[in-house]
Structures are given as C-alpha cells and as structure tokens.
C-alpha cells in the first residue's frame, strides 16, 4: 500500500524518483529531519561526482565498455519498471499479489477499463502521461465516491 502511495506522490510531484522516493521514506521513519537527511544523502553524491568527472566527460563519452554497460543498465531499468507495472496491475486490476494466486483472480471490470483507456489515449493520442495519471486518479475518485 505504501508502495502505491509512493508511486502515486512519484508521477504527482516533478523531480527525480529517487529525491521522491529518499524524501518519503525518509519522512516515513524520522519526520522533517528524517526527510532532509535522505534527500540530501541521495542529491549530494551526484553534486560531487558531476563536479569531479566534468573535465573527464571526452574521455568518459568515448570509453566502449563503459558505454555498453551504461546501455546493459538501461535494458535492466525498462525491465524493472515494466515489472512493477505488472505488479501494481495484478494487484488493482485482477486483485492477486502474484502470478501463484492467479486462481483467486477477481477482475475489476472498472480499473481494468481505466487501465485499457490510459494505454490506447497515450499510444495513439500521445497525451502526457501526468495527465493521464491526473484524470485516471479524479475518475477514480469519482467512482469510488458515488
């Protein structure tokens, strides 16, 4: 649930998901200074690294193996996203944590209708996908209220 939560605040609020995700879970478990601490645990390396590897960026953008593992990442990042969508649709749309409780399957006739619109409005319309997230969330909330 507070995984939903968390990506739900990820799509709502710009920035990086990681300062998101660091300033939540910080808040979670120590408050304002909790908050403050993690996000700042997560900006500041980058702030150092970029400073110190500027003068090397030629040199970095011409290395072959480095640039093969940075392309390696990217494959493995689309990988873990595409499974954390899966997960979040299994758990709203059919109501099961995993593929092992496919046989108490429920289907959720007005998710999965959500779900199927934000798909086809965004393939073929290319709206943004915040705005997407936005109406999905109101229509949601709209229903669930009535």
Same mark, same amino acid.
């Given at each position: 649930?507070?995984?939903?939560?968390?990506?739900?605040?990820?799509?709502?609020?710009?920035?990086?998901?990681?300062?998101?995700?660091?300033?939540?879970?910080?808040?979670?478990?120590?408050?304002?200074?909790?908050?403050?601490?993690?996000?700042?645990?997560?900006?500041?390396?980058? =702030?150092?690294? !970029?400073?110190?590897?500027? &003068? /090397?960026? @030629?040199?970095?953008?011409?290395?072959?193996? $480095?640039?093969? *593992?940075?392309?390696?990442?990217?494959?493995?990042?689309?990988?873990?996203?595409?499974?954390?969508?899966?997960?979040?649709?299994?758990?709203?749309?059919?109501?099961?944590?995993?593929?092992?409780?496919?046989?108490?399957?429920?289907?959720?006739?007005?998710?999965?209708?959500?779900? =199927?619109?934000? !798909?086809?409005?965004?393939? &073929? /319309?290319? @709206?943004?996908?915040?705005?997407?997230?936005? $109406?999905?969330? *109101?229509?949601?909330?709209?229903?669930?209220?009535?």
């Amino acid at each position: 649930e507070q995984y939903a939560d968390l990506n739900a605040l990820d799509v709502l609020i710009p920035g990086p998901i990681a300062i998101n995700s660091a300033t939540y879970v910080g808040q979670l478990y120590g408050g304002f200074l909790g908050a403050t601490v993690t996000t700042l645990a997560v900006c500041v390396p980058s =702030v150092v690294f !970029v400073g110190l590897f500027s &003068k /090397y960026e @030629v040199g970095i953008k011409q290395n072959k193996s $480095l640039n093969l *593992i940075l392309d390696n990442v990217k494959v493995v990042s689309i990988g873990l996203i595409f499974a954390v969508a899966f997960i979040l649709m299994l758990s709203t749309v059919f109501g099961v944590d995993n593929l092992l409780n496919i046989s108490k399957m429920s289907v959720d006739v007005f998710s999965l209708f959500i779900m =199927v619109g934000t !798909v086809y409005f965004s393939l &073929k /319309y290319q @709206v943004n996908p915040l705005l997407l997230t936005l $109406l999905a969330g *109101i229509i949601g909330w709209l229903y669930y209220l009535i």
